[in-house]
């Protein structure tokens, strides 16, 4: 069984009701326009992610809008191609970049304030112009880019 197909089995064991494996799993196969590829996390890291993706569901159920994974799991070389802080969540695989349809990115992350002050998770929230970052990180942190 090859690591995408492990990394696909272990996803859909989480039974996410609004993420399919393959909207996860295709970020890894990213390249940035300097050829940089993108990897598949490894498999240590791969529990990481579950809060945050249990968060991004649950804020699904809530809006009833399509969200659109843009920037989760980004190995070293690829993270640094594409200006990411040396320490990202990216590289941990516990954060995800996101764009919901037909809400604006300050809606968005209004929304997973009230969701973290709920208690509903403990991490990184930040704010763009085009999308929003959460992480799970154990820690809250805010910002805006």
């Not at 159920?61 to 190995?75: M, W």
């Not at 941990?92 to 968005?108: E, H, L, T, Y």
Request: charged residues 25%; positive net charge; glycine residues 10%.
């Amino acid at each position: 069984m090859t690591t995408l197909e492990r990394y696909t089995k272990f996803l859909k064991g989480l039974k996410l009701k609004h993420f399919s494996p393959v909207e996860i799993t295709r970020y890894a196969e990213r390249t940035t326009g300097r050829g940089v590829k993108n990897e598949l996390p490894p498999a240590a890291l791969w529990p990481n992610l579950v809060p945050t993706l249990r968060v991004l569901d649950e804020l699904r159920a809530a809006i009833g809008k399509p969200i659109v994974l843009t920037s989760i799991y980004r190995g070293p070389a690829y993270n640094r191609a594409v200006g990411g802080v040396s320490g990202s969540q990216h590289l941990r695989n516990c954060a995800i970049d996101f764009q919901v349809k037909g809400m604006s990115p300050q809606a968005v992350y209004n929304r997973l304030l009230d969701m973290r002050r709920d208690g509903k998770f403990k991490g990184g929230l930040g704010v763009y112009a085009t999308f929003v970052h959460i992480d799970t990180r154990g820690v809250n942190a805010t910002w805006r880019g």
